[in-house]
T-cell receptor, first 116, second 116 residues
Framework: NAGVTQTPKFQVLKTGQSMTLQCAQD?????MYWYRQDPGMGLRLIYY???????DKGEVPNGYNVSRLNKREFSLRLESAAPSQTSVYFC???????????????FGSGTQLSVL | AQSVAQPEDQVNVAEGNPLTVKCTYS??????LFWYVQYPNRGLQFLLK??????LVKGSYGFEAEFNKSQTSFHLKKPSALVSDSALYFC??????????????FGSGTRLSIRP
């Protein structure tokens, strides 16, 4: 059982380049999320999808777009990468609408992104 | 507005000794509280949660946490630390008054280091 799978694991971009981070879950979860993790700042929510066909902004959405392709897949796109987007990105999923009945999240292993 | 604080960036404990990782929170209603652990180069893993009921919650790997409403705290504890417990620990809080998936907040994390 793979759980939440993210690709790629590492990526280096030049300022202004674009890229898409892919995420897929095999737990039949309704809700999916993208977080970024920066030193000393914990995890901050970028975008989330409470259910297939819906997406909403989180705490730090600027510079990002998302697509909920189907129930399994939720991608994050950087249209024009900036050095401030250097971070570790995590995809997560949960049961039910919103963050599930209690908010228990299942995380992928992360993507380490550097923007030069 | 809800918030969560982890006052210690790092906690150092000798193997076999008890450990405590501190967490305090602020929400308008009764909180849902969580602890997650992150091992190097991995995503976050769920450890335990408090929703309601007994103030002492038991979780994975021998960890437990005590909910203290008067002190608005949810400290993570383990009676006897193992070297393998060394990792980054995150406290998280959700205000159940919000149905939106975005209303879960993570602390900044505490690095736990267990010396042999």
């Amino acid at each position: 059982n793979a759980g939440v799978t993210q690709t790629p694991k590492f990526q280096v971009l030049k300022t202004g380049q674009s890229m898409t981070l892919q995420c897929a879950q095999d737990m039949n979860h309704n809700s999916m999320y993208w977080y970024r993790q920066d030193p000393g700042m914990g995890l901050r929510l970028i975008y989330y999808s409470a259910s297939e066909g819906t997406t909403d902004k989180g705490e730090v959405p600027n510079g990002y777009n998302v697509s909920r392709l189907n129930k399994r897949e939720f991608s994050l796109r950087l249209e024009s990468a900036a050095p401030s987007q250097t971070s570790v990105y995590f995809c997560a999923s949960s049961e039910g609408p919103g963050q599930g009945a209690d908010g228990k999240l299942f995380f992928g292993s992360g993507t380490q992104l550097s923007v030069l | 507005a809800q918030s969560v604080a982890q006052p210690e960036d790092q906690v150092n404990v000798a193997e076999g000794n008890p450990l405590t990782v501190k967490c305090t929170y602020s929400v308008s209603g009764n909180p849902y509280l969580f602890w997650y652990v992150q091992y190097p180069n991995r995503g976050l893993q769920f450890l335990l949660k408090y929703i309601t009921g007994d103030n002492l919650v038991k979780g994975s790997y021998g960890f437990e946490a005590e909910f203290n409403k008067s002190q608005t705290s949810f400290h993570l504890k383990k009676p006897s630390a193992l070297v393998s417990d060394s990792a980054l620990y995150f406290c998280a809080v959700r205000d159940p008054g919000y149905s939106s998936a975005s209303k879960i907040i993570f602390g900044s994390g505490t690095r736990l280091s267990i010396r042999p």
